[in-house]
């Protein structure tokens, strides 16, 4: 799948991945080939390791403070949801936070859940074939995976 095509299924998003956003985007993905469902979720882990950062994991969650104000850091499940939810808001918000960094930061609020997004391609994959998707992608898009992107983590 392409870049192109990829963005434009995101798309059908409308910039946030609800539970019905997300089921509507399965059930489209659902009705095209198997090699272009592999393929979404290729682009899809692909674009999630990307952003696998630490210019981006070590920001706080912007509406959320512990008892004495601090603010809080992202668990690694929340980080992996916020760079959902920036995938989810679609190619521009997606390239834009890497030529700026504080355009990520809204996506670290708990308003913002990208989860659902990660279910697609296997409810797709299902809804396609009537099996369940026991998949691995090129690209680990768990949260600390992409090594260059975490220099301090070292090798």
């Known amino acids: 799948m392409t870049w192109a095509a990829f963005w434009a299924l995101i798309a059908t998003l409308n910039g946030e991945a609800t539970q019905v956003s997300c089921r509507r985007l399965a059930e489209e993905l659902s009705r095209c080939s198997v090699p272009d469902i592999i393929g979404f979720a290729e682009r899809h882990a692909e674009a999630l390791y990307r952003l696998d950062q630490e210019k981006f994991g070590t920001l706080s969650v912007v509406d959320l403070t512990g008892r004495n104000g601090v603010p809080l850091p992202q668990s690694a499940d929340g980080f992996l949801y916020a760079r959902c939810a920036v ?50 992608t090129r690209y680990c898009f768990e949260s600390y995976s992409n090594r260059d992107g975490w220099p301090s983590l070292g090798s």
């Open 87 to 136: 995938v989810a808001a679609g190619q521009a918000v997606w390239e834009g936070v890497f030529f700026d960094v504080d355009k990520f930061a809204p996506y670290t609020s708990t308003v913002f859940d990208g989860e659902w997004l990660l279910y697609v391609p296997d409810r797709a994959y299902e809804l396609a074939t009537g099996r369940e998707w026991d998949r691995s």
